[in-house]
Each structure stands twice: as C-alpha cells, then as structure tokens.
C-alpha cells in the first residue's frame, strides 16, 4: 500500500454550537504527520463531531482548521479527498447483512479511481486482519474485528489522515490496547492519525513518543495552554451522555452549505 506522508492538522479557537447549545469549544491544537493524537470525552460528548469537522465533512460554528494547508471549512471537498473515517454510528456503520469481501469490494468502488492489486490485502495487513476469512459474514465479526475492519475500510482511499472514532467502545482492556498498537503502528509508518475514546486506560501502556493525548474534549472553556502545539492544552466538547449529549445523526444536517462550497 502506499504510504503517503501524513496531512500536517492544526486547529485554533474551533467550536461547534448549535440551537441546543455547544457541541466542543475553543478546540486548539497540531497534529503532524507521523503521529497519533487523542481525544477524550464520554459518549455523546462530542468526539464524533469533532472528528467529522476536522476531515472536512462537518462545518465548525467559528475558529479555523488547517489540513495540509487547506483551511476549513472553505476547502473541504479538499480534505475530504485526503482523510477517511473508520466506524462511526449513523455515518458508516456496517452492514450486518454483507460478508467480509463485499464490504472491501465496495470500498473500493467508492474510490472513484484505480486501485492498485492487491490494495484490498494490504489495508487488511495494515488492519492486523490479515488471516481473517473473508467469506465471513460481518454480524459473525467479534467486536475488535469490526473496528478491525473499519479501518481498513477506511485505508482503501490510501488517506494522508485517518480519524477513528470510539477506539475503546465494547472492548476489553485487552482489546483496547491491540487497536491502540495497529493505530500507533499506522501513525508510524507516516500517517497521520486523530482518534477518540471514553476510557484511555489501556492507552496508557502502548502510548509511543509519537502519541498525544488523551486530550479530554469539553463543552464550556476551561483553562490550557497558549501554545496550540501542546495537546495537553485544548479545551473542547461534551462531558457526557446525559440529557445534553450529542448525536451524530442530530449534527448532518448542522453542517451547512459551506461544507461542500469551494473557491477555485
């Protein structure tokens, strides 16, 4: 597969409000490429909306995002030519009904371009999926597996940044710290990686020196560092799936035109 260098990530100031109030706030910080940034936040907190604001498929409220020099939300088509999601609820969930093969099969139909021979086999190496039969039908995938193959569904479009959403969600400890190291390992091999969870314990023994965070994301400004550089220092969104949590399929429609508008 090839291994593009990663897009270079830096957000000032970001925040994403709507008529119910804030999503995330006062998001600041860099990503740069051959590294793994994460973000923190309960469910419902945000951490969706954040990740799809910052692959250019969600338009903030105010601050700025740059991507390997495209500014958001005004160059979004453009980053999202260069970034891929895996699994997220109500935006590319798996289908149960599918076997393994005929999600890779598709993915890379979407492409809308070539792909090289054997692309599929390498996103399913680079995913740690490598012996997995394909002729299985995903709602017979373990947990680990499906988050698994979401990201290797996600490597198909060979992006410059990859954004994960719910790294721990439904994983033992132990499961938690395996796709911490197939994250680690990516971000390693150049690209650039932005992922978010609830619980960062398991981070915390497999975090490399190229890994940042967890950031912890809020909903209301608190106090931090002045230097966007220093992921210890952002503020951002939501504290929790209570009666003010967020969903993403709440949030599509928030996007705004601007998210698809583009100045030549």
Not at 5 to 24: D, K, S
Not at 66 to 86: C, E, F, N
Not at 111 to 135: F, N, Q
Request: with cysteine; proline share 4%.
């Amino acid at each position: 597969m090839r291994r593009a260098t990663g897009a270079r990530v830096q957000a000032e100031g970001v925040t994403l409000a709507t008529r119910e109030g804030p999503v995330y706030t006062g998001i600041g910080f860099v990503a740069l490429p051959g590294t793994l940034t994460v973000f923190q936040a309960d469910s419902g907190g945000g951490r969706s909306a954040l990740l799809l604001t910052l692959t250019g498929r969600m338009r903030p409220s105010e601050g700025t995002v740059h991507v390997d020099g495209h500014v958001l939300p005004r160059r979004a088509r453009r980053v999202r030519r260069i970034s891929s999601l895996g699994l997220m609820d109500d935006v590319n969930a798996l289908d149960d009904r599918l076997r393994v093969h005929e999600h890779l099969s598709e993915g890379l139909l979407l492409r809308m371009r070539p792909a090289a021979r054997g692309l599929a086999d390498e996103a399913m190496e680079a995913a740690d999926l490598g012996d997995l039969d394909r002729r299985t039908l995903v709602k017979d995938l373990s947990m680990l597996e499906r988050r698994r193959l979401g990201v290797a569904l996600a490597l198909l479009a060979e992006p410059r940044l990859l954004a994960v959403d719910d790294v721990d969600g439904g994983l033992s400890g132990e499961h938690q710290a395996a796709m911490w190291l197939t994250l680690g390992r990516l971000s390693a091999e150049g690209l650039t990686v932005v992922a978010a969870c609830a619980d960062s314990a398991a981070l915390d023994g497999v975090a490399g020196q190229d890994t940042r965070g967890p950031i912890p994301i809020r909903r209301h400004s608190g106090h931090g560092s002045d230097d966007p550089a220093d992921g210890g220092g952002t503020t951002g969104a939501g504290d929790g799936a209570g009666p003010g949590a967020v969903r993403v399929d709440d949030l599509l429609g928030h996007r705004g035109d601007g998210a698809d508008r583009e100045q030549a």
